[in-house]
């Protein structure tokens, strides 16, 4: 129906031949990616402009203009993808094929920019608008439509509403109304087949029999691709890790990955498939039938959020970046998953997750873990300070020399009420790096654990975002005692 209903709206400036020259100009704007029907819009999209090109019997020139396929929030995103010419029915649906929706709806501009590419002031022009939304760019419609009304030759405009309310629909039909042209009102079945009737008694004349063209395969004829929700657009490269996608045949159960990446296109032998996206903590099916001569499209709804989470050192200059990893745990089964990179972004299935950041994967160097609930198309953003101090320990000689820290042990206790020490807190075996520490009061145990097996302990306050640097005297003598050389 959709597809018949498109060949309406562009045999309508067909009829009779009244005009010479139409332009497709089709919305790429990220709601396209919402549904309808369980079908993202710009896959309908696609195959009704296909399926009505293929079908039709255009005879005038035919050119597309789109809109917010190319970048997000830029008004000026207004592509002119095939120039009106004669038989370009197949450029235009292999251009619609590929639009990738993603920024604003600056349609006013779409359609001034369509009747100047077909020099409305000089021939009979007709601009077919498709829209699932209204002008987002500070433009008016309404009045571009008298205008291109007034300065054109023979200028019409016809839309198609795309899903569009009753209330949006009146708002963009003017540019049809002011120009002669047909309102087409895409919003369900029975609105469509009642549209449908009115464009095919009254506009569309006897159409010559057209032969079919020879069936010519598709580089690829299978494209997925993964989004969040439903409503959402779709996941570009590097937005998602942990992923992987496979195809799996239902006639024998054979499993192939295809992809570790939100968006892929390939060639398959036709057949029934499933296709399954795994991500961290979920898993989805789509089943999906591919054919010789057409392009399937699979649409993995994750139902997913995100999480987005930063360590922010308090002396940056203490603490390599290369130190910091993330443990996430799903509270309701325990579920331990990690990650190993400065900053945490990540997509999860919906739930309640325990975030912890750590220090060179050491549990007890970690600040205090913050619980998040994770829920579909939501991104839980978050902050850790990390407040570690640090404490440097270089042996010496009576001399004062340098000696290797092979057989230096220092560790940090926590206290007891008493001041004596607890349980061992943080530990470094050689005095080669600074050990890094969270904030507070604890006994500093210093051994040599080579020949002489001595130990020294003093109580040592570590502040927050400091360095303490401290000598130990490792005499030769092995029954003579460490000691602290003073600062």
């Known amino acids: 129906m959709r597809a018949l209903l498109l060949a309406s709206a562009l045999c309508a ?6 005009e010479d020259t139409t332009m497709l100009v089709m919305d790429a704007s990220g709601s396209m990616w919402g549904q309808i029907d369980g079908v993202n819009k710009v896959v309908i999209a696609r195959d009704v402009v296909r399926d009505s090109l293929g079908a039709a019997a255009v005879t005038q020139s035919l050119g597309l203009i789109a809109y917010g396929h190319n970048r997000k929030g830029d008004c000026s995103d207004i ?3 095939v120039p009106p010419a004669k038989g370009t029915n197949g450029a235009i649906a292999a251009a619609v094929a590929a639009i990738n929706p993603k920024g604003k709806t600056p349609l006013t501009e779409a359609v001034r920019r369509a009747a100047a590419a077909m020099q409305h002031t000089e021939n009979r022009a007709t601009v077919v608008l498709v829209t699932d939304g209204l002008e987002t760019c500070d433009a008016d419609p309404c009045a571009l439509a008298r205008e291109l009304e007034q300065s054109g030759v023979d200028f019409t405009a016809h839309v198609v509403g795309f899903g569009l309310s009753r209330a949006d629909g009146a708002a963009v039909a003017c540019l049809a ?7 087409f009102d895409a919003g369900n079945a029975g609105e469509l087949a009642a549209a449908l009737s009115v464009a095919v008694a009254e506009d569309i004349p006897q159409q ?3 032969e079919e063209p020879p069936q010519v395969e598709p580089k690829h004829n299978l494209q997925i691709n993964v989004q969040l929700t439903a409503d959402s657009p779709p996941l570009e490269l590097g937005q998602i890790d942990k992923l992987s996608l496979d195809l799996i045949r239902q006639s024998d159960g054979k499993t192939s990955r295809v992809a570790y990446e939100p968006y892929v296109a390939l060639k398959a032998e036709p057949g029934k498939y499933i296709v399954r996206a795994r991500y961290e903590g979920g898993e989805v099916d789509v089943p999906v039938t591919v054919e010789q001569f057409d392009t399937a499209h699979a649409t993995m709804v994750l139902n997913a959020g995100v999480v987005d989470f930063q360590a922010i050192p308090l002396a940056p200059d203490l603490i390599d970046q290369r130190m910091i990893s993330w443990e996430i745990t799903n509270v ?12 945490l972004r990540s997509t999860f299935a919906p739930g309640r997750y325990e975030v912890r950041v750590l220090l060179q994967r050491r549990t007890e160097s970690a600040p205090a873990p913050v619980e998040v609930d994770i829920e579909p198309g939501t991104v839980s953003e978050g902050e850790f300070l990390l407040p570690h101090g640090a404490l440097r320990l270089t042996p010496v000689d009576e001399a004062g020399g340098a000696l290797p820290d092979g ?3 220092f560790n940090l206790w926590t206290l007891k009420d008493d001041g004596t020490p607890d349980r061992m807190k943080f530990n470094a075996n050689g005095a080669g790096k600074p050990l890094l520490a969270l904030p507070g009061d604890y006994a500093l145990v210093i051994e040599d654990w080579g020949i002489a097996k ?3 302990t003093r109580p040592i306050t570590i502040a ?3 360095l303490t640097a401290l000598q130990v005297v490792m005499p030769a003598d092995a029954s003579a005692d460490l000691r602290e050389v003073a600062q």
Do not use: D
């Open 13 to 18: 400036g067909t009829a009779l031949q009244a």
């Open 79 to 81: 592509e002119v993808l």
């Open 177 to 183: 109304e002011e120009t002669g042209g047909r309102y």
């Open 208 to 210: 010559a029999v057209v």
């Open 332 to 343: 309701a089964t325990g579920q331990k998953l990690g990650r190993f990179e400065p900053e």
């Open 407 to 409: 057989h230096v042990r």
């Open 454 to 456: 001595r130990k020294l």
């Open 464 to 466: 927050p975002g400091s």
